[in-house]
């Protein structure tokens, strides 16, 4: 699923984080969640292609912590932003070309 304005980001919420890859030579990151909300275990990779901007703040304001609390996602100028707001109070924001959630 490519995602858009239209998606239901609430998929994502009490997602839990996992690995997090990221191929500077293709300009792609991978992000390795389980999501209550799919079969197959809930495992799935959510990606972002050409990737032109990462930050990921941790400093865990709210204590330890590696569930989604929720997405925030935007379209524009020919991109698409994604803000991760986990329950440790740490953010993950991430600007690509689009992003893509695949079950694995």
């Given at each position: 699923?490519?995602?858009?304005?239209?998606?239901?980001?609430?998929?994502?919420?009490?997602?839990?984080?996992?690995?997090?890859?990221?191929?500077?030579?293709?300009?792609?990151?991978?992000?390795?969640?389980t999501l209550d909300s799919l079969s197959n275990k809930g495992k799935a990779v959510?990606?972002?292609?050409?990737?032109?901007?990462?930050?990921?703040?941790?400093?865990?304001?709210?204590?330890?912590?590696?569930?989604?609390?929720?997405?925030?996602?935007?379209?524009?100028?020919?991109?698409?932003?994604?803000?991760?707001?986990?329950?440790?109070?740490?953010?993950?924001?991430?600007?690509?070309?689009?992003?893509?959630?695949?079950?694995?």
């Amino acid at each position: 699923m490519i995602l858009s304005n239209n998606s239901n980001l609430s998929i994502f919420h009490d997602a839990k984080m996992g690995i997090i890859d990221y191929d500077y030579i293709n300009k792609s990151v991978y992000i390795n969640l389980t999501l209550d909300s799919l079969s197959n275990k809930g495992k799935a990779v959510l990606t972002g292609v050409k990737v032109s901007f990462i930050q990921f703040q941790s400093s865990e304001p709210w204590g330890p912590g590696i569930y989604i609390n929720k997405v925030d996602f935007k379209e524009k100028q020919g991109k698409q932003e994604i803000t991760i707001l986990l329950n440790s109070g740490d953010t993950f924001q991430l600007i690509a070309e689009h992003f893509e959630l695949k079950q694995n």
